[in-house]
Antibody
């Protein structure tokens, strides 16, 4: 079955760039959107953005100026970069398969990776 | 953005109880683009229902969803021990996708 796994540093300094990668196993990236979603401790879920296999992207307007996503179909990975981070960016970050062109639900999720922004 | 407001924010219930969670959208939306998730502590959310009422494969039939327009409901017909968790609704009708604040189902 399809599985997603996030990877990247668990600690990022303020003002620096958070970089995460999601590796997909059990399928290719083709014909789906792939999203990043985050959740601060004890709080709700915030959609960060999505990328399609072609490389086209949609970003949450609230984060758009700081977000860059990319895809590497040969490695079956997609990535997130969030620049100029502050403590408010501390959260669990999830990657998820996004049925954006269909019913819009996120039907497969990675286990999540905790990122702390601190000096 | 469409704001999704869930109620209640928490509910205490016993095994076997019927539990109903409501999600209200700030504007009318397509029911095809409304989903419900279950999240247990330390785990990723898991989709239960999409299209407001379509059960994701493998999800027990005690879960059901309904609604249209701005008001949507998730019902657990007979609460089981493994159902104690937090539940979120999510809309994909308007950009960006947004989630409700969550409803925590706790043991009474």
């Amino acid at each position: 079955q399809v599985q997603l796994q996030e990877s990247g540093p668990g600690l990022v300094k303020p003002s620096e760039t958070l970089s995460l990668t999601c590796t997909v196993s059990g399928d290719s990236l083709n014909n789906y959107f792939w999203s990043w979603i985050r959740q601060p401790a004890g709080k709700g879920l915030e959609w960060i953005g999505r990328i399609y296999t072609s490389g086209s992207t949609n970003y949450n307007p609230s984060l758009k100026s700081r977000v860059t996503m990319s895809v590497d179909t040969s490695k079956i990975q997609f990535s997130l970069k969030l620049s100029s981070v502050t403590a408010a960016d501390t959260a669990v970050y999830y990657c998820a398969r996004d049925q954006g062109s269909g019913h819009g639900a996120f039907d497969i999720w990675g286990q999540g990776t905790m990122v702390t922004v601190s000096s | 953005d469409i704001q999704m407001t869930q109620s209640p924010s928490s509910v205490s219930a016993s095994v076997g109880d019927r539990v109903t969670i409501t999600c209200r959208a700030s504007q009318r939306m397509s029911s095809w683009l409304l989903a419900w998730y279950q999240q247990k502590p330390g785990k990723a959310p898991k989709v239960l229902i999409y299209g407001a009422s379509i059960l994701q494969s493998g999800v027990p039939s005690r879960f059901s969803g309904s609604g249209s327009g701005t008001d949507f409901t998730l019902t657990i017909s007979s609460l089981q021990p493994e159902d104690f968790a937090t539940y979120f609704c999510q809309q994909a009708d308007s950009f960006p996708p947004t989630f409700g604040g969550g409803t925590k189902v706790e043991i009474k």
